[in-house]
């Protein structure tokens, strides 16, 4: 009898552990390696930015909208292109350092003499010091792309001043340079974030000219045509360097900056580009 009684709890607690073994088997554990999973944008978060954009009369939007689906949200306080005509542009990079793609880009713009512009993920820097010394030794601009890669629109203001406090002292820490150039997860903006960033002194930027390299079925080919069609003067254009596999940039990337020189245009960073502070 006694044996009996003690068995019955026992069984209880087994299938309650059971029952909530089952329960949580979905979520990914909190951890460390965890958050070293790549910070993929996908294409859903794209579709609900065209989604997003308003419906005005306004014909420039209209055109942009037929020749860019990638366009970020109007919304934003800051820039998405330079006004000229002069046959300059910027190429930009979001979501690293990451890996072995970020110093690979590095190559690839050294020999063809490119200076770009990187907005980094402030997490990414933790792991990645050297590579991010390196971007900004090599003579290009680092920007901030906040500390983990949340969509702005969800989050308090608070938690979007940690995101950009928090990479912008680590970038500090590591080059010695305080970023003035944010560009915001998914191109999200709303007035709350526009308000918030441009009120701690940080310039918006987003893009022009954008393509899917960051989906896993990209096509190097396509990601070049892409960007061929869309390029015009004053022109920022968003590639990834972080955030997963960036093999298919790599491999498009020479023949973007080849073709684009072709046609004329030349490479600037975004503080040349908008003649603007890129540090404080
Ligand atoms: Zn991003």
Known sequence: MFLRKIKIPVFFAVAAYLIFLSLTAGIPPLNKTEKK????????SEIS???????????SLIQERKVNQFLPMKKCDGYQNAETGEKVVALTFDDGPFNKYTGKILEILKEHNVKATFFLVGEYVTYYPVLTKKIHKQGHVLGNHSFSHPDFKKITTDEMKKELNKTSREIKKVTGK???????PYGHCTDSVNHTVNHLGYTIIT???MTDDFCPDA???KIKEDILDKVHPGAIIGLHDGGGDRTKTLKALPGIIEEIREQGYEFLTIPELLNIEPYK
């Open 49 to 59: 930015r065209k989604a997003a954009i308003p419906v005005q009369s306004d014909t």
């Open 219 to 221: 096509k190097a080919v």
């Open 178 to 184: 305080y970023p003035l150039l944010f560009r915001p």
């Open 37 to 44: 999973y790549p910070l993929v944008e996908k294409p859903t």
């Open 207 to 209: 893009w022009s000219v």
